[in-house]
């Protein structure tokens, strides 16, 4: 039997018509992502400024009241106060999510949320599709990688959605990253479905890759939280100093959560999947004692996995340490995930070696 005929062509095109469905689908959440954000109410902005003016009182900010349609029943919108754990001077209160609030924004986004949730349903579906075309694990290539790799950290939000965790501000920018994700693995990163060669014909394959893909995704989403808390924390400062912002940062940052609670967000995620991150190294190098009779060889791929491992222990080290909580911690973390990102894209396309199965 050649390996052309051990591929079943017709689950491969379904797996295409389905990553393409997703896209579209992917799209129109996007569109009603900014819907969420542009019909938001801007009644609400403006407690962060405040709080760190003294306009309002930093233990009891100021509560909201709305009244529901449906029955006049009054309800209170009380924002979670959160310490900023940079400073730890002053309280800033939790921005009230990427709607603002309002029933209009509310409703656009609960309507963008549902076409994600349909969105990575589809594209999981692709993702079976293409490994049951093959009869084995859907990541034997950069294509496979890439979609497995987005649709893996969509459902790691909808996990915290799902968990009642305030993470809806993310929805736009993990849309839009998800589609560049798809669109490139499409266009430039598109191999044929087709079996493996002999070196990656392993139970690790399983193992190995799928845990560098998990930790890929939940560290993508540890960088969008550290990227938004640079923003965030920076505008709490010049309001800090009675520097006014432009209208357009003051609507989008004040629906965010507090810098305090981006940061919080951020480490604990980083510092949750570090130690699978570990395994995943032990388990390459388990590996690749069995397929090429040596357990380390400075490989590329080997040596930026290592790289990218001592980057993200120097952020924890570092978020731990006084002296570097912050500002220059959330740099370090973007930078450990900058370090993720090459090891993936720059070492698979520009570098050769033994891990060289990108198909492109």
């Known amino acids: 039997m050649t390996l052309a005929a051990a591929t079943n062509e017709n689950l491969a095109h379904i797996s295409n018509v389905l990553i393409y469905s997703s896209m579209a689908v992917y799209t129109l959440a996007f569109f009603a992502h900014i819907a969420e954000w542009v019909f938001g109410s801007r009644s609400k902005v403006g407690r962060t400024a405040a709080a760190l003016t003294g306009a309002g009182s ?3 900010p100021s509560v909201a009241v709305r009244v529901k349609q449906a029955g006049g029943t009054a309800v209170l919108d009380r924002p979670k106060v959160i310490t900023r754990s940079a400073a730890g001077t002053r309280d800033v209160p939790d ?7 309002t029933e209009k924004g509310d409703l656009y986004g609960r309507i963008a949320v549902s076409l994600t949730v349909l969105a990575f349903l589809v594209e999981a579906g692709g993702v079976v599709a293409r490994a049951m075309s093959v009869q084995r694990a859907p990541w034997g290539n950069m ?3 890439s979609i497995t790799f987005s649709t893996v950290a969509v459902g790691a939000y909808l996990g915290f959605l799902l968990a009642r965790k305030n993470v809806r501000w993310m929805g736009l920018l993990l849309v839009t990253t998800v589609l560049l994700d798809l669109g490139i693995a499409t ?14 014909h392993s139970y690790w394959l399983w193992i190995h890759v799928s845990t560098a893909i998990f930790c890929g995704a939940v560290f993508y989403l540890g960088a969008v939280g550290t990227l938004l808390y640079l923003f965030r924390d ?3 400062n010049k309001l800090a100093r009675g520097v006014k912002p432009g209208s357009f940062a003051t609507s989008v940052l004040e629906r965010l959560p507090a810098a305090a609670s981006l940061d919080k967000f951020s480490y604990r995620i980083n510092a949750a999947v570090f130690p699978l991150w570990t395994f995943t190294i032990i388990a390459g190098a388990i590996w690749a004692g069995d397929a090429w009779g040596r357990y380390w060889g400075w490989d590329p791929k080997e040596v930026w996995s290592f790289i990218t491992w001592v980057a993200y222990a120097c952020y924890l080290h570092a978020r731990a340490t006084a002296g570097w909580k912050g500002r220059k911690a959330a740099t370090l973390a973007l930078i450990a995930f900058g370090c993720w990102l090459f090891n993936y894209y ?3 396309i520009f570098v050769t070696g033994k891990h060289s199965y990108a198909g492109v």
């Open 58 to 60: 930093a233990a009891a």
């Open 95 to 101: 921005g009230p999510g990427a709607a603002g609030g």
């Open 143 to 145: 294509y496979e990688f």
């Open 187 to 200: 266009t430039w990163l598109y191999t044929d479905s087709d079996q493996l060669v002999p070196a990656l």
């Open 234 to 236: 920076s505008y709490e």
């Open 346 to 348: 720059g070492v698979n």
